[in-house]
Structure formats: C-alpha cells, structure tokens
C-alpha cells in the first residue's frame, strides 16, 4: 500500500466491493495484477483499474509492451 496519508486501505475497499457482490483481489504488484485480470477477463466484462495517476502510468507501460 501506497506511503500516503491519503491512500485507502486495500482491504477496505476490497470489502466495500463485496457488500455489492463484486469479486475484488488485491494484488501488489501491478504487473501481475493487470496480466491476471486480463487473463481471466470474459468478452463481456470490463476492467476497472481504480487507483493514482501513478498506477495508471504504470498500467499503460504494460498494455504497451
């Protein structure tokens, strides 16, 4: 988890999910995270990368390789 006096727990959040029975894992290293949710994601579904600009830079270093 991010050393910010901003950031929100993982857990947290991975709970928040699960109160509207969405499956939430918490992964981090964003490599491994992004290669896993691609991997298991159906034609149908949509990924949702929520997080810093910083995460999303780093998604997208991914995507590009």
Wanted: hydrophobic share 40%; net charge positive.
């Amino acid at each position: 988890e991010p050393v910010n006096q901003r950031y929100l727990k993982a857990n947290l959040l991975k709970n928040e999910f699960a109160k509207y029975d969405i499956k939430a894992n918490i992964i981090k290293d964003v490599s491994k995270a992004f290669e896993m949710s691609i991997r298991n994601l159906n034609k149908d579904e949509k990924l949702l990368i929520i997080g810093s600009h910083f995460l999303a830079e780093n998604v997208l270093k991914q995507i590009r390789k």
